[in-house]
């Protein structure tokens, strides 16, 4: 089972949705938790750390579930500019995972 | 604006070439990293430093080593170029290893072909 791991997509949302997913770990010793947008053709960028009693930034809510060892993302009233690759990053020791991504396309 | 900067943008080089990829970063942080990143396989770690002179293996370290002769660049070297090093290269720091504050702060990228 790999260490990290994220549906691919893609998902394909309407303008103005909202859409969810979610990214599983499997050891329960993974330390912190973020989510890393890349778009196409360019470098990741960070877009939230996950906290455990969850956090918000705008239209994004990330949230951390240890017991089922996993985090989601929430993006509300989804933008056209919203279309990128989503990561699914965790930290264990001084070891940094990257799940190969989530493709999420926002149409018009 | 913190910034992180690669060499090149796109580079082709031939089968059995030695090749050098280099990054730099202003932002005076210890760690430095390298992935490669290939469709359907996502960012894979090649190497990474945690101080200048002192490197460690990724997951993926075949084919490549890495020098950190100062803070601020790190270079990955290809010593014989092979087909199947054809990627995208990309270079990160962090100010930490761990924890809630090591963001990754990435490079543009190298589109490396070999030929």
């Known amino acids: 089972r790999k260490e990290v791991e994220q549906d691919p997509g893609p998902f394909n949302v309407p303008e103005g949705a909202t859409v969810a997913f979610n990214c599983t770990y499997s050891n329960s010793a993974s330390q912190s938790f973020f989510w890393y947008r890349q778009d196409c053709r360019k470098e990741p960028k960070l877009l939230m750390s996950v906290y455990s009693s969850g956090n918000e930034d705008g239209r994004f809510t990330a949230q951390l579930n240890r017991a089922s060892q996993y985090i989601s993302l929430l993006i509300r009233d989804s933008k056209l500019s919203d279309s990128a690759t989503y990561l699914c990053?965790?930290?264990?020791?001084?070891?940094?995972?990257f799940g190969k991504g989530t493709r999420l396309h926002i149409l018009p | 604006d913190v910034k992180v900067t690669q060499s090149s943008r796109y580079l082709v080089k031939r089968t059995g070439e030695k090749v050098f990829l280099e990054c730099v970063q202003d932002?005076?942080?210890?760690?430095m990293f390298w992935y490669r990143q290939d469709p359907g396989l996502g960012l894979r770690l090649i190497y990474f430093?945690?101080?200048?002179?002192?490197?460690e293996k990724g997951d993926i370290p075949e084919g490549y080593s890495v020098s950190r002769e100062k803070k601020e660049r790190f270079s990955l070297i290809l010593e014989s170029a092979s087909t199947n090093q054809t990627s995208m290269y990309l270079c990160?720091?962090?100010?930490?290893?761990?924890?809630?504050?090591?963001?990754?702060?990435f490079g543009p990228g190298t589109r490396l072909t070999v030929l």
């Open positions: 430093s945690y101080d200048v002179k002192m490197k």
């Open positions: 990160a720091s962090s100010l930490v290893m761990s924890g809630g504050n090591n963001e990754q702060f």
């Open positions: 932002m005076d942080h210890e760690n």
């Open positions: 990053v965790v930290n264990r020791d001084d070891k940094i995972i």
